[in-house]
């Protein structure tokens, strides 16, 4: 289900036990955060706690009974991340979902365009005391995926057949203007950010055909450190 602006939810994590033994009380945090390549403690906003337990092998669901109330920032983008806290596991500064199995991240943006140009908002984060050096690369995703997405939001979004992406590129701007895309870099390297920095970038590019799935991609010597996913769709007229 996709999430409607000003309704109520309460969000429910979906955990896995992949030790030999069974885990008992669980701490579950959930949080939503910004659009950013990568999630900290310091930009994610905690949604509520709760608690789980689950045998071995098996899954269970830890439903978080404090409220959430989604409202309209970041373009239409809003990340939600779990995080499992049990016996002697010490959480770092990162919620990390790509290389820690204790966190698990959704997020999806959605851009709606009237012509054929799009761009899109987002922040490139150093979640580490040192400075760090980042490449940041696009890549439209198969069709395949893009009907994984369809499947996902199901009736509550009409999503045109799939298109194709041209020009895909990133501008060090939030709010490009034409003098901006002159600027259009088709990937991001040696992008240095000091100690817990951030800087803001957009994704931008032209569509041909109905929709697209784009994945960026933060990297560290070759290794993901984040990313998120941007779904594209021509805005459907009404007919008349």
Known sequence: ??????????????VRNTEAFPISNAQVNLYWADPSLTITRSNAHLVGS???SVDAGKTADALCLSPWTPSYVNQGHECL???VIQGSFSPTGVLD???????????LSVIMMSGTSFHFPFEVWNAERQEQVFTVSAQQASSEQLESVVRLFGQ???????????ELGFVASPCPDMHGLKGVVPQITQLSLGPYGHTGYSLVGRLEGGAAL?????????????????LILHRQEEKR
Do not use: C, W
């Open 50 to 52: 709760a608690f789980v």
């Open 156 to 166: 509550r979004l009409d999503i045109p057949a799939g298109g194709t992406t041209h």
């Open 214 to 230: 784009i994945h960026i991609t933060q990297t560290k010597e070759h290794r993901q450190v984040g990313g998120l996913s941007v």
């Open 1 to 14: 289900m996709s999430p409607m602006v000003g309704n109520t939810y309460y969000l429910k994590a979906t």
């Open 97 to 107: 979902a790509e290389n820690d199995p204790h966190v698990a991240q959704r997020n």
């Open 81 to 83: 991340v779990a995080e």
